[in-house]
């Protein structure tokens, strides 16, 4: 077992009981800072070690998420399961789950439980709709919170069906926001301010991504209501999804590119065209601006010229590119933006890289991923003291799991 | 002006040169736990400062993600106006900007003169393409980095275009990112880390949003290359947008949840049906099961019936809201998902809320908005110690400029 990277968070333990995607998000980047990160996996494992690609047994989708976390498989149904983790929070300066509402409570530890056992810990919850109001207690998941909040009735036609990313953006950046919680609690205890109990939720890290359509809706008391309306943005001009030789192109103007944008196009006529010289214009005749640059596209000769010219006047661009075109881009590996990493049963594997870039410690350093209960004597011995005997009949009363083929 | 709210920050001074959104969005979120951010504009004030809505002078857009913030203009072109961010850097924690990479270096502020002036300081830079790699320099917006990354080809028809969601997803979440990354550096400078810099960029945000393309992708060598297709997901079934009686619908079922859908919509036979009875199944026949579904959802009297059918069964289920909808849920007012805020200008405005909640300090604490330049004097006086006569000659030489209308 590799020890985790030296990074900012070593000699911090975090207590993990997050499963699926928006938890073990949060917990990835404390691993990746060098937490000691303990998953506590139910029996079976995590639901997402069935998710494609499977290897030997083992699954790239968990193998992303949960790299460089240790895995205790336990039986939490049973007291000693629930005696175990009693003793790991006493010991631990994190705690997280992402079960629906209430359910940690059932298990017996709630914040109210939690904080007596350690005041010293930051706990951390996290859900779709979160630990309070009316609604806390429904089952949720990314898509689910992104229609809730308005955010999916802001893709797609106008006169059509709304549509998401086939990404789970939500899950992951929500897991970001319990990161970034969860940092600011730890340094506020570092000051002596104790613990205390963070609620996340997808539905509020969604919400606060509306940076215009809420103030929008309610400044005008309702009169605009921001609504889908396509792929070129409805407030301003050029902003949207042009077709290039063989790729789609996006091309964004604020006021300072506009002159750009005419260069690029060869229509430095248009620069001081009173017709066009506002963003408020431009947007009230937008067809005609989207025409004239979608004619410009059509008459060049491959989409490296199209770029070459709109880049030469700095004009924010980019091709849409594929899943693949994007991650065999050289920039992307030069900064680490996707990374290689070794896998004992995948071999060379290509993963998005950590976000989080640090002038102080090395950048994406290497990680392994556990086998279900892969570190369940570990813990126990090394962290808890447990003796040898007390570990074996652990295993034979079924409380503690485990599966090397995973 | 109202002191900053009693939160974890109390007693940090953040020196803030970011614009438009993601810097303000990360520095919003500082603001909210009650760090002193000093914003520093540029003569004219931060672009979005024209955006809509605006009354009397003031942008609503401006005010939802700068609340807090003291405003500081000064002319940077001039010697004196270098000087005043060198003093300010002294007594500063944090200095965050997100020009295009090598415009703070020309500016006189790059990491190693900073660290120069104050080793003690977390430096933060923001952008689209990151400070490294062959394409540093390239300008960008959040649209951009989501096309670069291809985020955006997984939004729409196979056969169609591209789609992008209306809101600045991009931007807000690698704000979190920069704040999380800034928690995490104080946290370790506390600890007696030391300063250091910080790169944090759209592109390598939206590519971690990835969990499961890039490793598809990877895992089968290109094999499998994941793309748009539609509003419905290709490897989960049923996980996608149905159309209910007046709203469309999201429902999403793995594997725990395919009962509940039988259930509720009352086709128990399904349950143990072998055609359908796992996920892989179903994906093969997704056509089948979409029907089946949407059958029922045409059957229904009302979106009312089909959401309490849903959830009596757990069915993870939301209808797509529009922004007025959503915004009007009671859920999210009673956890302050969204908030009323008071302006000067504007009076209530509902806006959204502050999205970590931390169990021991108020969320959603009231602030206020500042004018370009409001706190130029405070600033130099209080914060730097100059006197009256300095002050009045930096006004005088147009040094400090402000502009009581906005």
Redesign the interface.
């Known amino acids: 077992m590799l020890p985790p990277p030296k990074h900012?968070?070593n000699g911090f333990r975090v207590l993990d009981m997050t499963h699926v995607?928006a938890g073990p998000?949060a917990t990835r980047?404390l691993a990746e800072?060098g937490a000691e990160v303990i998953k506590v996996e139910l029996p079976g494992g995590d639901?997402t070690r069935t998710?494609?690609?499977i290897?030997d047994g083992r699954s790239?989708?968990f193998?992303?998420?949960n790299r460089g976390k240790k895995s205790l498989c336990i039986d939490l149904k049973k007291d000693e399961g629930k005696a175990i983790i009693r003793e790991l929070l006493e010991g631990s300066d994190v705690f997280i789950e992402n079960f629906a509402p209430g359910v940690i409570g059932r298990l017996g530890f709630s914040?109210e439980e939690v904080q007596k056992i350690n005041p010293e810990i930051i706990m951390c919850s996290m859900s779709?709709?979160?630990?309070?109001?009316?609604?806390?207690a429904?089952?949720?998941?990314d898509?689910?919170?992104?229609?809730?909040?308005?955010?999916?009735?802001?893709?797609?036609e106008a006169d059509g069906?709304?549509?998401?990313?086939?990404?789970?953006?939500g899950?992951?950046?929500t897991g970001?926001?319990a990161?970034?919680?969860i940092?600011?609690?730890?340094?506020?205890r570092?000051?002596g301010?104790?613990g205390?109990?963070?609620?996340?939720?997808l539905?509020?890290?969604y919400?606060?991504?509306?940076?215009?359509?809420?103030?929008?809706?309610?400044?005008?008391n309702?009169e605009?209501?921001?609504?889908?309306?396509?792929?070129h943005?409805?407030?301003v001009c050029p902003?949207g999804?042009f077709?290039a030789r063989d790729h789609?192109?996006?091309i964004?103007a604020?006021?300072?590119?506009w002159a750009g944008v005419c260069k690029a196009i060869g229509r430095e006529d248009l620069i001081e065209d009173v017709r066009y010289d506002t963003n408020d214009k431009r947007v009230g005749k937008s067809a005609e601006i989207i025409d004239i640059i979608q004619g410009w596209l059509d008459s060049m000769p491959s989409d490296d010229a199209i770029v070459e010219a709109l880049?030469e006047y700095?004009?924010?661009?980019?091709?849409?590119?594929?899943?693949?075109?994007?991650?065999a881009?050289?920039?992307?590996t030069?900064?680490?933006?996707?990374r290689q990493v070794h896998d004992t049963k995948?071999g060379e594997?290509?993963?998005?890289?950590?976000?989080?870039?640090?002038?102080?410690f090395e950048h994406n350093q290497p990680m392994e991923t556990a086998y279900v209960g892969e570190h369940n004597r570990h813990v126990l011995a090394d962290v808890l003291g447990y003796s040898e005997e007390k570990i074996t009949t652990l295993e034979d009363i079924h409380v503690l799991r485990s599966d090397p083929s995973t």
């Open positions: 900012l968070l995607l998000s980047v800072m639901i998710l494609p690609v290897k790239a989708y193998l992303q998420q914040w779709a709709f979160g630990q309070s109001g009316e609604l806390t429904l089952p949720g998941y898509y689910i919170a992104m229609a809730y909040t308005g955010m999916m009735s802001m893709i797609g069906a709304p549509y998401f990313p086939m990404a789970g953006i899950d992951v950046m970001m926001h990161a970034a919680g940092g600011f609690a730890l340094l506020h570092e000051r301010g104790g205390q109990y963070l609620d996340i939720s539905i509020d890290a919400m606060s991504c509306h940076e215009l359509n809420v103030e929008l809706y309610s400044a005008t309702g605009v209501e921001p609504s889908r309306c396509g792929n943005h409805y407030a902003l999804i077709k789609w192109i996006c964004i604020l006021q300072p590119q880049r700095r004009v924010p661009c980019a091709l849409v590119l594929s899943i693949g075109e994007a991650i881009q050289p920039h992307l030069q900064r680490g933006t996707v995948f594997l290509t993963l998005p890289g950590m976000p989080l870039k640090f002038s102080a």
